[in-house]
């Protein structure tokens, strides 16, 4: 049924940083479509503590966001569900090593869906009911979208990508929509794990010397699309000031 409240989509949003920005905007006050891929256990676990506390206030969209069709029938059934579309966070994202000489056609090709794809069209397909909302995009970026990474090209183009995309759309759907990204720094590790000696090491060149919180992202993404009224093309590092020594 149609809400008075405010609605946003999340993409990736079963585990990781994409659960903690669902739980954060849920508080906030809004209502949610939560996307996921294949996470049907952390998902179903999600929408139930959700669920507990305001019956009614989510909607669950599974997808490859690499499939064509995806991006429209996401944003269609948020409408169909919901009636609006205030907010949308680009948060979904695939990482993973592509090192010179190893680099695959498909290695690029599935991280710039993830990453730099999906974003544009689930933008394009959902600016109509943002429009019409006065809303806001947060994309989920990264510092080594503006940094390179080690032994990760393809990775850092995409998220490079996904900055500019940032940044055009900003212009492309002024005055009516803002756009911004969030940049996080070590917050998370990678799922597959990182070494100890490596952690240390990137702590040590962050200036705040210790690594953040997935609340910390979070709260960026709610201030982006919740309070800052006048602000729109910008990246927000939350990075402990890791960047600085990039």
Not at 159 to 165: I, Q, T
């Amino acid at each position: 049924m149609p809400t008075d409240r405010p609605v946003v989509l999340v993409t990736g949003a079963a585990k990781r940083i994409g659960a903690v920005i669902a739980r954060r905007l849920h508080a906030a006050g809004f209502d949610l479509a939560l996307h996921h891929r294949r996470s049907d256990a952390e998902m179903a676990a999600l929408v139930a503590e959700l669920e507990a506390l305001r019956k009614g206030s989510t909607r669950v969209l599974q997808a490859e966001l690499a499939d064509d069709a995806a991006p429209a029938t996401m944003v269609q059934a948020v409408q169909d569900h919901f009636g609006r579309l205030d907010a949308l966070v680009n948060n979904a994202s695939s990482f993973w090593p592509t090192p010179l000489g190893q680099a695959t056609p498909a290695d690029w090709d599935a991280l710039f869906a993830a990453n730099a794809r999906a974003p544009f069209f689930l933008a394009q397909a959902a600016a109509p009911l943002l429009r019409a909302a006065g809303g806001a995009i947060v994309n989920l970026g990264d510092i080594y979208g503006e940094r390179p990474l080690a032994g990760h090209t393809i990775y850092c183009m995409a998220k490079a990508a996904l900055l500019m995309l940032t940044q055009s759309l900003a212009r492309e759907l002024g005055p009516e929509v803002r756009v911004n990204a969030v940049a996080p720094g070590a917050v998370l590790w990678p799922e597959e794990g990182k070494a100890e000696n490596e952690k240390q090491a990137m702590l040590a060149s962050t200036a705040l010397k210790r690594a953040g919180e997935p609340d910390d992202v979070a709260e960026a993404v709610r201030w982006l699309i919740q309070d800052a009224r006048y602000t729109t093309g910008q990246v927000i590092r939350v990075d402990g000031g890791r960047s600085l020594n990039l």
